[in-house]
């Protein structure tokens, strides 16, 4: 999920990739990278809350740094519903919550 909204341009709200623009043409990377976003945060959702832990782990891993919830408010893809962001707000602080006050916490 953080790959895809990295490519959505903050001036314009359009998804940007140079390849898929060069073979699909701006519309429809726009539209596809669109949807494989909110389609990769709809997944991410149904995870239980122990998945989704496992999955901010792995990228705290690889990122070795802390993250905070107001950065990840940026995620969540502009076609989302109230709702939607709402529970994913919800879950992303209690996952954060969880990873902050676990013992082996290098972050």
Not at 35 to 45: N, P
Not at 67 to 90: K, N
Not at 93 to 100: F, K
Request: charged share 30%; net charge negative.
């Amino acid at each position: 999920m953080v790959f895809l909204a990295s490519l959505r341009d903050s001036l314009t709200g359009r998804y940007v990739h140079e390849t898929l623009t060069n073979l699909l043409g701006l519309e429809d990377a726009d539209r596809l990278l669109c949807h494989a976003h909110h389609r990769v945060f709809s997944e991410w959702l149904c995870f239980s809350l122990a998945e989704q832990k496992a999955d901010l782990d792995e990228f705290l891993e690889s990122e070795r740094r802390e993250v905070s919830l107001q950065e990840c408010r940026s995620l969540a893809p502009p076609g989302a519903r109230e709702v939607e962001r709402q529970l994913y707000l919800t879950d992303l602080e209690m996952v954060l919550e969880l990873i902050r006050h676990q013992p082996d916490n290098a972050f």
